[in-house]
Nanobody
Framework: QVQLVESGGGLVQPGGSLTLSCVAS????????MGWYRQAPGKQRESVAT???????TYADSVKGRFTISRDNAKNTVDLQMNSLKPEDTAVYYC?????????WGQGTQVTVSS
């Protein structure tokens, strides 16, 4: 059974930084592409960044140049370094496989960008 646990969210001022972490259980991790997703209030969940099992990354246009996704296949972790945060980055952030599997969604971690 796949379990994904996100952490690292919080309240940060505009222009600040946060690093989100996701720990995955199960043997699937190192062979799967992984992604960070987010859902803002009243909006649909969207993909923020993805990374293949060999480290090829993609980013949503809205976060390019500000966010960096990385993974450690030995530790079954995928991180999201977020810099120059904006109020519009406020959302619940989730990790999941790519493509996302409905049954894998965890509770996510709340990121709030506000002064």
């Amino acid at each position: 059974q796949v379990q994904l646990v996100e952490s690292g969210g919080g309240l940060v001022q505009p222009g600040g930084s946060l690093t989100l972490s996701c720990v995955a259980s199960g043997n699937f991790f190192r062979f799967r592409s992984m992604g960070w997703y987010r859902q803002a209030p009243g909006k649909q969940r969207e993909s923020v960044a993805t990374i293949t099992f060999i480290g090829i990354t993609t980013y949503a246009d809205s976060v390019k140049g500000r966010f960096t996704i990385s993974r450690d296949n030995a530790k079954n972790t995928v991180d999201l370094q977020m810099n120059s945060l904006k109020p519009e980055d406020t959302a619940v952030y989730y990790c999941n496989t790519v493509p996302a599997v409905v049954g894998n969604w965890g509770q996510g971690t709340q990121v709030t960008v506000s002064s």
